[in-house]
T-cell receptor, first 112, second 112 residues
């Protein structure tokens, strides 16, 4: 069964550093998303991406965040200058249409 | 905005007990409803879904029925196993965009 692959599974970074979280969506999917889950809290929408541009973003997704699909297969989330409160599990997802999300297994980001 | 509210946990049960996790939603339009499961150390997995009123989603012995009159999508399983120990998330997909809104999650622990 096709999978969404996320790397790394766990990343530890110093406050203020830039991080890039990587995702390989399912190959025929057209819609891409990032969600995050702060430990013990609900899963929150960050951003959706379609046709090589952001289609929607939440208020969490401020100027420190950016997404890119650099080569037609990878889908990345960059946090420019990490803060302690960015520590969370970040989930990538893709879908062929508006339904049918497939989530990756997540990247646990720890900012120290 | 559109949202889901689910029963708070944690829930602790003995093996073979009956499990119910309540979920109610608030939405304009006709959302699709989902239950996701997160096993310890893993990502989000779709457990079941329902896309219209009176639909029943089922998988792995779990069931949930989309009840428009009560705006509910309660998850049930008749006889739980230790392997069902996980966090369960109710989620709503709005019909006018591609964003999932998650409930807070319910931690279920099944004891042998």
């Amino acid at each position: 069964e096709p999978e969404v692959t996320q790397t790394p599974s766990h990343q530890v970074t110093q406050m203020g550093q830039e991080v890039i979280l990587r995702c390989v969506p399912i190959s025929n999917h057209l819609y891409f998303y990032w969600y995050r889950q702060i430990l013990g809290q609900k899963v929150e929408f960050l951003v959706s991406f379609y046709n090589n541009e952001i289609s929607e973003k939440s208020e969490i997704f401020d100027d420190q965040f950016s997404v890119e699909r650099p080569d037609g297969s990878n889908f990345t989330l960059k946090i420019r200058s990490t803060k302690l409160e960015d520590s969370a599990m970040y989930f990538c997802a893709s879908s062929e249409k508006w339904y049918g999300y497939t989530f990756g297994s997540g990247t646990r980001l720890t900012v120290v | 905005g559109d949202s889901v509210t689910q029963m708070e946990g944690p829930v602790t049960l003995s093996e073979e007990a009956f499990l119910t996790i309540n979920c109610t939603y608030t939405a304009t339009g006709y959302p699709s409803l989902f239950w996701y499961v997160q096993y310890p150390g893993e990502g989000l997995q779709l457990l079941l879904k329902a896309t219209k009123a009176d639909d029943k989603g089922s998988n792995k012995g779990f069931e949930a029925t989309y009840r428009k009159e009560t705006t509910s999508f309660h998850l049930e399983k008749g006889s739980v196993q230790v392997s069902d120990s996980a966090v369960y998330f109710c989620a709503l997909l709005r019909s006018n965009d591609y964003k999932l809104s998650f409930g807070a999650g319910t931690t279920v622990t099944v004891r042998a």
